[in-house]
């Protein structure tokens, strides 16, 4: 088991920044990738970043240039830090941790860019 405590989801201004971070406890060692979803209101779950065991990353489209995802393997933290935010990046946001045979989640966070 896999426990994540998401945190640093604000109210900002659009063109703001915010950073968040994912503290990850429990079997750790199972982890293979890390990443964080985003859920708007009347919206699907949408992958925004992940980051693998071995540091690869990947990004959604909406956020490439904008976004950082990164990992401190010391904290078992990962954070992502988030530039120019627009009001579409408003949304509950999700920490996940694959593990071989299931996915844990995080209780989430929320993101609110004004206009």
């Known amino acids: 088991q896999v426990q994540l405590v998401e945190s640093g989801g604000n109210l900002v201004q659009a063109g703001g920044s915010l950073r968040l971070s994912c503290a990850a406890s429990?079997?750790?060692?199972?982890?293979?990738?890390m990443g964080w979803y985003r859920q708007a209101p009347g919206k699907q779950r949408e992958l925004v970043a992940e980051i693998t065991s071995g540091g690869s990353t990947k990004y959604a489209d909406s956020v490439k240039g904008r976004f950082t995802i990164s990992k401190d393997n010391a904290k078992n933290t990962v954070y992502l830090q988030m530039n120019t935010l627009k009001p579409e990046d408003t949304a509950v946001y999700y920490c996940?941790?694959?593990?071989?045979?299931?996915?844990?989640w995080g209780q989430g966070t929320q993101v609110t860019v004004s206009s």
């Open positions: 996940s941790a694959k593990q071989t045979y299931s996915t844990s």
């Open positions: 429990g079997s750790i060692f199972s982890i293979a990738t």
